[in-house]
C-alpha cells in the first residue's frame, strides 16, 4: 500500500489540454507500476494509460492513444497524465493507482492501492 495523492484535474473546453499529476509517499515508488484509470457515471472503472516500473514500458486505451501521455519522475515519487485534444466523453473522475505487476491489459485487479480520484470535465 501506498498512499497516493491526484491534483490538477478541472474543466477544460473540448480540443483543450490537461495535466493531471499524482504524488506518492514513501521511499518505494521506483518498484511500482502505476496506472492512471477513469470512471465516468454509470460505466466501468477503466484503465488509459499505464507506466512500468522505469518507465520503459506504457499502456495506452485505444480510445487515447495519440492523445494522452503517461509519465513519471522517480526521483520526485509523481506519475503524470498529459492529456491533449480532449473530447466530451473522456469526461470522468480520473483515479492514480499504484500495483506490483505488469500486465499487457491493466486491469483494476492488478493494482493495490489508490488516490481519491480528480474530476476531468471536458466541455462542448
Known amino acids: 500500500q501506498v498512499p497516493l495523492v491526484e491534483s490538477g484535474g478541472g474543466l477544460v473546453q473540448a480540443g483543450g489540454s490537461l495535466r493531471i499529476s499524482c504524488a506518492a509517499s514513501?521511499?518505494?515508488?521506483?518498484?511500482?507500476?502505476m496506472g492512471w484509470f477513469r470512471q465516468a457515471p454509470g460505466k466501468e472503472r477503466e484503465c488509459v494509460a499505464a507506466i512500468s516500473w522505469s518507465g520503459g514500458t506504457t499502456y495506452y486505451a485505444d480510445s487515447v492513444k495519440g492523445r494522452f501521455t503517461i509519465s513519471r519522475d522517480n526521483d520526485k515519487n509523481t506519475v503524470y497524465l498529459q492529456m491533449n485534444s480532449l473530447k466530451p466523453e473522456d469526461t470522468a473522475v480520473y483515479y492514480c493507482a499504484a500495483g506490483l505487476r505488469w500486465n499487457i491489459r491493466p486491469v483494476p485487479a492488478d493494482f493495490g492501492s489508490w488516490g481519491q480520484g480528480t474530476q476531468v470535465t471536458v466541455s462542448s
Open positions: 514513501g521511499r518505494t515508488f521506483s518498484s511500482f507500476v
